[in-house]
């Protein structure tokens, strides 16, 4: 039994149920919130580094705009590489990890360009 809510039969009390919808609705919105920066913005700022290694070739306000639109299309192009080339499901689960190893890959190949 769970501590501080009353139980009543299969019910829980109302304000627990608030308590745990506004857990969840919070849950929610940080997993919206991180998903578009994933799929929005992450990709494409590290594929930003890697076309334009130097931090003084262009502005920051630059390099936002770039990776917006980088993002973009890497995004696209990589989801369709994995349905249609590699025959794998696009789930958010293997959408998600294709997403990330492009960042990663992108990070490494940076690092790579300026040592």
Do not use: C
Request: aromatic residues 12%; charged residues 10%.
């Amino acid at each position: 039994m769970i501590t501080g809510f009353v139980v009543y039969g299969n019910y829980v009390d109302i304000h627990a149920q608030s308590i745990l919808i506004r857990i969840q609705m919070i849950g929610e919105l940080f997993r919206i919130v991180f998903g578009l920066i994933l799929i929005f913005f992450l990709p494409g700022y590290d594929l930003s580094f890697v076309i334009f290694p130097k931090k003084k070739e262009i502005t920051l306000l630059e390099r936002i705009a770039l990776s917006f639109g980088l993002s973009m299309a890497s995004v696209l192009l990589t989801v369709l590489f994995i349905d249609l080339a590699l025959g794998i499901p696009t789930t958010p689960k293997n959408i998600t990890i294709s997403i990330l190893s492009i960042t990663v890959v992108a990070l490494i190949i940076w690092t790579f360009e300026n040592q």
